[in-house]
Nanobody
Framework: QVRVIESGGGLVQAGGSLRLSCAAS????????MAWFRQPPGKEREFVAA????????TYADSVKGRFTISRDNAKNTMYLQMNSLKLEDTAVYYC???????????????????WGQGTQVTVSS
């Protein structure tokens, strides 16, 4: 089982940067695909980025490609989301998620992920 806790959210001006962290507990972190999702105000939760167990494979939503970078440090049981060139439409609660299967690929399907954090708010202002 994996427990995940997000941090690093906050208020930032458009064009600025933030780095989110997801600290995970559990022995299976290094074998788990991980992902970031977000839920904008009044909208459904949507995929942002995913990374496989080793960090060697990543996938991104079109809306964040070229601006966001997902990474992980298995020695620290931590995943990151570096967000650059932030836009107003990036405002959302950002969630970290983990796949319970070992060695699974990085995918965008929300139903794939079994463990979720409580979320961290990111607000982009003009």
């Amino acid at each position: 089982q994996v427990r995940v806790i997000e941090s690093g959210g906050g208020l930032v001006q458009a064009g600025g940067s933030l780095r989110l962290s997801c600290a995970a507990s559990g022995r299976t972190f290094s074998r788990s695909a991980m992902a970031w999702f977000r839920q904008p105000p009044g909208k459904e939760r949507e995929f942002v980025a995913a990374i496989n167990y080793s960090g060697g494979s990543t996938t991104y939503a079109d809306s964040v490609k070229g601006r966001f970078t997902i990474s992980r440090d298995n020695a620290k049981n931590t995943m990151y989301l570096q967000m650059n060139s932030l836009k107003l439409e990036d405002t959302a609660v950002y969630y970290c998620a983990a796949d319970s299967r070992n060695w699974a690929p990085a995918v965008a399907t929300i139903g794939t992920y079994d463990y979720w954090g409580q979320g961290t708010q990111v607000t982009v202002s003009s």
